[in-house]
C-alpha cells in the first residue's frame, strides 16, 4: 500500500505491528466497471427524472389527448356506477356495528347490502376497465417522453416519496 506500518514493543518482548488508520474513504467499496456503470446509469436517470425537460408535443397528439381524457373523465355511465357503488358501501359499512354477525337486523341488512354490491362490482368492473383503456390510449397517444408522460412519472415519484415519509413517520411514533 506505500504506507509505512507502525511498530510497538510488547511486554513480552516481541514486536507487535499496527497498520496506519485510514481515511474514510478506504472504508468504502472499491468500485468495479459494473457498479461505476451502475451509477452512471442511476445519475443519468435522476437527472432525467428531476431535472431534463422534455420534447415539446406536437398540438395534433394533445388534442388528441386532451379528447380521450375528457371521455374517460365524463362517462356518465361510469359516473353514475362509481356513485351507486360508493354509496351502497356508506349504506353496508353503516349496518357494520360491534358484533353485527350475531346480532340479527344487522346481519340481514349487512348481507342485503353485500348482495347488491355483487351484482353491481361486475359491471362497474367493466366500465372502469374501459375508462383505463381510454386512459392508456390517451397517454399512448403523446408518449412517455411527452411533458404529459414526463409529468406524469414525476407526479408519481414525489407522491411515492411522500408516502414513504409519512410511512416512516408513522413507523417512528412506535
Not at 496506519?20 to 472499491?30: F, N, Q, S
Amino acid at each position: 500500500d506505500g504506507r509505512p506500518a507502525y511498530t510497538a514493543r510488547r511486554m513480552d518482548g516481541g514486536v507487535a505491528r499496527r497498520e496506519p488508520e485510514g481515511a474514510v474513504l478506504d472504508y468504502l467499496p472499491r468500485l468495479t466497471p459494473k457498479a461505476y456503470s451502475a451509477v452512471v446509469a442511476w445519475l443519468c436517470c435522476v437527472y432525467l427524472l428531476l431535472l431534463a425537460t422534455p420534447p415539446t408535443t406536437p398540438p395534433d397528439r394533445l388534442d388528441m389527448y386532451n379528447s380521450l381524457m375528457e371521455s374517460a373523465r365524463s362517462d356518465p355511465a361510469f359516473n353514475e356506477a362509481e356513485a351507486r357503488l360508493a354509496r351502497l358501501l356508506r349504506e353496508r359499512d353503516a349496518h357494520k356495528v360491534l358484533f353485527y354477525r350475531w346480532r340479527e337486523p344487522y346481519k340481514d341488512l349487512v348481507a342485503g347490502k353485500q348482495s347488491e354490491i355483487d351484482e353491481l362490482l361486475p359491471e362497474y368492473t367493466a366500465l372502469a376497465r374501459e375508462r383505463e383503456r381510454l386512459r392508456s390510449a390517451a397517454r399512448k397517444s403523446v408518449g412517455l417522453w411527452s411533458e404529459i408522460g414526463v409529468g406524469e412519472v414525476r407526479e408519481q415519484f414525489w407522491r411515492s416519496w411522500q408516502e414513504g415519509k409519512d410511512f416512516a413517520k408513522r413507523m417512528t411514533f412506535w
